[in-house]
């Protein structure tokens, strides 16, 4: 049972126009969500996080979107950069953050220069 | 200040053998937490530790086991290595909301 969902495998942009990955989980019980980008060969870098209480977080080009009734999170890049090809995952937690979190499966963004 | 370290880098195992990996946590950290990650999919927790103690464990056999030592650095060892254990394996440094990730262990078991 994937509780965490991200349904789009790849994803293409232009440089300098928006880049939005989704996200998508099934239990209600998570209450902090974290975003990271995966190089080839990389561990995944920390990019932003959102907890439950809010419904939007910004952090330079990046923001995170939380839709608590629709279970459903969105990262968007603005704007975006050739440098920001690469694989995103959301990972969700269901003790605050304070233990393990659950991954999605990744979304591959390539931005077009 | 240095982040999240892993040893070795690559590993290049047989079946059946067995397999140590280490992994120390940013300064300050005392959560360590143990993923496996295959091709194509996210990463899977393993294990959790924290000030010493298990915390939590993932769907993963018994050949898999942890621990985390006093400096909060942690082993991680697989046993009876399975061609399908062959996957990036990647240690989290944790403090409350807050997971940052090591630069993995790519294990290949032939």
């Known amino acids: 049972d994937q509780q965490v969902k991200q349904n789009s495998p790849s994803l293409s942009v232009q440089e300098g126009r928006i880049s939005i990955l989704n996200c998508d989980y099934t239990n209600s019980m998570f209450d902090y969500f974290l975003w990271y980008k995966k190089y080839p060969a990389e561990g995944p870098t920390f990019l932003i996080s959102i907890s439950s209480i809010k419904d939007k977080n910004e952090d330079g080009r990046f923001t995170v979107f939380l839709n608590k009734s629709a279970k459903h999170l969105s990262l968007h890049i603005v704007p975006s950069q050739p440098g920001d090809s690469a694989v995103y995952f959301c990972a969700a937690s269901d003790e605050n953050g304070a233990y393990k979190y659950i991954f999605g499966t990744g979304t591959r963004l390539k931005v077009l220069a | 200040d240095a982040g999240v370290t892993q040893s070795p880098t690559h590993l290049i195992k047989t079946r059946g053998q067995h397999v140590t990996l280490r992994c120390s946590p940013i300064s300050g950290h005392k959560s360590v937490s143990w993923y496996q990650q295959v091709l194509g999919q996210g990463p899977q927790f393993i294990f959790q530790?924290?000030?010493?103690?298990?915390?939590g464990r993932g769907n993963f056999p018994d050949r898999f086991s942890a621990r985390q030592f006093p400096n909060y650095s942690s082993e991680l060892n697989v046993n009876a290595l399975l061609l399908g254990d062959s996957a990036l394996y990647l240690c989290?440094?944790?403090?409350?909301?807050?997971?940052?990730f090591g630069p993995g262990t790519r294990l290949t078991v032939t």
């Open positions: 530790y924290y000030e010493k103690e298990e915390r």
């Open positions: 989290a440094s944790s403090a409350p909301r807050e997971q940052y």
